[in-house]
Structures are given as C-alpha cells and as structure tokens.
C-alpha cells in the first residue's frame, strides 16, 4: 500500500449539489483537491475505498461483486454528476482468497447492488479531478468489532503485496455528527471529544491508538468513518508512517477531517496489533485474578459447555452463599469493551444460586438471540459479570428510580422488559425506560407497570 486518505463524504460539497452552500466548507474543498492531487503523483492502479455506505452486514465485510459500476447524484438532485467505475477484480479475488484460506468473515457473498453510493463517490469526484488512470475496489464496514477491522486491513495489505498492485487506500468517512445543536444530530459533548482525540491521533501519526476508542463513546459521538480508518491503519500495521493533516471542519455540526498517511520501513515495535492484544491480555488476567467465586463459577459453566457440550455440577467447595439461597441472577459477557451476550431470570426458577448462574452461563454464551454463539477460540478474551437480583418492588413513577442503582422493569400485560441498573451508555432513567420498553416490545406511548430492582454485581 503505497499511502492511505482520511476524507469525509458530504455530497453537499460536491458543486452541482451544494449549489453554492459549499462554500461553507472551502477548507474541506481546497483540502479535497490537495489530496487528489497526492493521488494523482502516486499514479494507483487501484484504489480501494472504504464506505459506512455501502453494504453494511453485522458480521461480514462485503467487497462489491463484478466488474463495474455505476452511480450518480440523482437522489441528492445532480443526476449530471455520474460515474462508471471499472473493479479490480484479481484484488478482489485476492483479498476473498485469503480471507477464507484465515477463515476471515470477507468476501463478495450477499447483495449485488451495483449502485456506487455517495460515501464512495464523493471522493472519486474529485479524484476524477486529477486522475482517471486506475480501478477500485469498494469495501462496506461490519458490526465487528474494531481488532476485525484492523485485521481485515491487514488481509488487504498482503493481498496488495502478493499481486505487486501499486494501491492506495481512501477511508471514506465524517467524524462526529454531534457537534453543534443546529446540527443534524443536536449536540452531545462526545462528540467534540471524539474529533479532538481523532484528529490528535492524526496529527502524531498514532494509528494504533484507533483500536483503543471505546465503542459506546464513538456511539454517543454519532461517528460515521471510524471503522474506516481502522482498516486503513490495518493496511499499515507493523511500519513507521508519516502522516499530514491537511484541516478539519465542524461548521454544519459534522465533522470533516482530511489526512494522508504514508507507510515507511517496518516498525521496531514490531505488529501493533499483537502489542494491543497483548496489552488486553494482560487487562484481563488482571480482571480475572480478582474474580469472586459467583464469576468463576460463570466462567467454568460456559467453558465447560462450549468445549465439550457438557453442564458442569455445583462444585462441592461452593459457598453456602450459593448453594442455599435463591434469588433470579443475570450473566453478563463482554469480548472487547462489547457485548457479547446477557441473559438472566427475574425470579428463582432453579433451587440456588449457583445453578441459575450455571444455567445463566451457558444460555449467556448459546442462545442469546442478539448473538452468534461464543466459540472456543473466544474464550480467552471474554470478561464476565454476574448480577443477583434483589426484591422487585412496584413503583408509581419513573422518580423513584436512579440509573446507577436501580434496575428496571417495563411491563404491559404479558409483554415486559427488563434493563439491569448501571450499564455503560444508559445515563439517564428515560434512556432506561426506553431500552426496557424496546425489550419488551412495548410502544413509547403505552401505558405500563413499572418496578425496580437492586443487584449485587460480581466482576
């Protein structure tokens, strides 16, 4: 990969949309152009480009099928503005290639629209500025996490590097959405938090530093490209790069930062994403060094079942604690700072609690709904939680809860959800009430019952 261009995609900059409201954003513009240019002295016979608006899966990375495609503006009223696009599809069929020879989730499978959308079309008009001699590849993000996305970086990499492609890389994508009240999204202070710590990171060339945002802060910053750049810097791993920032922008309320990224020898350091897994690693030995026997109990149960198909028994050195009361319990598993599966009972509906969480464990780990089910080569990068749930009590009004120490229950009739007390990205009691009614398929203007409830929660 000869460099990588973090470029937002607006099609209000494009002139024939903004129809003179582009000028609002001219750094962005003159930054555009300037990038276009870097592009067009490296002279790429492809270009791979990376899109939040392409097709999107929760557990797969599509890479658009065939040999072409086309699209225009039409839908943003500028259907002059139109582009036909040739794939580079020996790269296509590399990068498939060695995603299934890694078991990788990446390929060409699921829909074939052909439709280019504007996250990818934005910067190729002004590419097509100053460039015309190359093919693409277009590539839409996933629901993984950000270490697969930085993977897949790297499957892209050394696709580039066993075909000898001369290859750049546009990680197309807006930072924030959330930083002016009049913008599209109102304003929440996530969200100039997110484009300061994004463009510092550019500015010091630390891309491995993308792995380490947390994903319910990017939530609450309303982001848009950031598994983009996560998979350039991918592209990158384990060589010293020199990067330029050429502006950001936040006029409409969305941020607009442009940078170039060059690669150069290989790092001392060595792979950053191994140095990041291992700094994880060693978070999570930490974790589990100080985990009580209600999480060592979780832990053994799912392990257990996920490697041999086998329920454990109630260990004989279990607490009287745990084998002589009962109370409803909740199992909580996370896979890097995710959620990777909850599922609890309200009530008792074993005879202790040692067998409601074993029972908890391995339905956590199976069969929530939400997830695929946890495999072995997981396991050892899980963090667990156990919530015991104490007496639910009726209350009349949503002040008589607190986020942080009650849990709730919403409920209409036989329908009813429940939302445990002090979850990361819950920070207001309407937001709790909200999920709750969500869960349990209660709409926002019914009428409901609520009770509340407090845990005891064992990391």
Not at 332 to 341: A, E, P
Not at 344 to 373: K, L, M, Q
Not at 387 to 401: F, K, Q
């Amino acid at each position: 990969m000869k460099a990588g261009f973090m470029v937002p995609h607006p099609p209000l900059i494009i002139p024939q949309v903004g129809r003179g409201s582009e000028k609002q954003v001219a750094k962005t513009i003159s930054s555009y152009e300037k990038v276009a240019e870097e592009i067009a002295s490296i002279k790429p016979e492809t270009i791979v480009i990376t899109s939040p608006h392409s097709i999107m899966y929760s557990d797969y990375f599509h890479i658009s099928p065939g040999r072409s495609a086309t699209g225009s503006f039409a839908s943003f009223g500028a259907p002059e503005v139109s582009f036909s696009e040739e794939y580079d599809t020996e790269l296509v069929s590399e990068i498939e290639k060695l995603a299934k020879k890694k078991g990788f989730p990446a390929g060409t499978m699921g829909e074939r629209d052909r439709s280019l959308d504007h996250g990818t079309m934005v910067p190729l008009y002004f590419i097509r500025q100053k460039y015309t001699g190359f093919k693409i590849v277009r590539i839409g993000l996933s629901g993984l996490d950000l270490l697969q996305h930085y993977s897949f970086g790297q499957i892209i990499e050394q696709a580039v590097s066993n075909l000898g492609r001369r290859t750049v890389i546009v990680a197309s994508g807006d930072l924030s959405h959330k930083l002016q009240p009049h913008g599209p999204y109102g304003f929440a202070k996530e969200g100039p938090e997110y484009d300061g710590r994004l463009m510092d990171v550019c500015e010091r060339c630390a891309l491995d530093e993308l792995l380490g945002f947390d994903e319910d802060f990017c939530e609450k910053a309303a982001e848009c490209g950031h598994r983009s750049f996560v998979i350039m810097a991918g592209c990158f791993d384990g060589r010293s790069v020199s990067s330029k920032v050429y502006s950001h922008e936040d006029v409409t309320g969305v941020g607009y930062g442009i940078a170039s990224f060059y690669p150069g020898e290989k790092s001392e350091k060595g792979s950053f994403l191994d140095i990041y897994r291992g700094k994880v690693m060693d978070s999570i030995m930490s974790s589990r060094a100080r985990e009580d026997e209600y999480v060592r109990l979780a832990r053994r149960s799912l392990e257990s079942y996920i490697r041999t198909g086998e329920k454990i028994s109630v260990p004989a050195d279990a607490s009287r604690e745990l084998t002589e009361r009962r109370a409803g319990a909740f199992v909580s598993i996370h896979k890097n700072g995710r959620l990777r599966g909850c599922i609890g009972t309200i009530g008792p509906v074993t005879d202790s609690i040692a067998n409601e969480i074993i029972d908890n464990a391995i339905s956590a780990s199976t069969a929530d709904p939400r997830f695929s089910p946890i495999t072995a080569d997981e396991l050892e990068w899980l963090e667990i939680s156990v919530d015991v749930l104490g007496e639910i009590e009726d209350i009349s009004s949503p002040d008589e809860l607190d986020v942080k120490r009650y849990g709730v229950i919403v409920s209409k009739g036989g329908r009813r959800g429940l939302l445990l007390p002090n979850l990361d990205g819950v920070d207001t009691v309407e937001e709790q009430i909200d999920i709750a009614r969500r869960k349990g398929g209660i709409a926002p203007g019914e009428s409901v019952k609520l009770q509340r409830f407090e845990v005891v929660r064992h990391y």
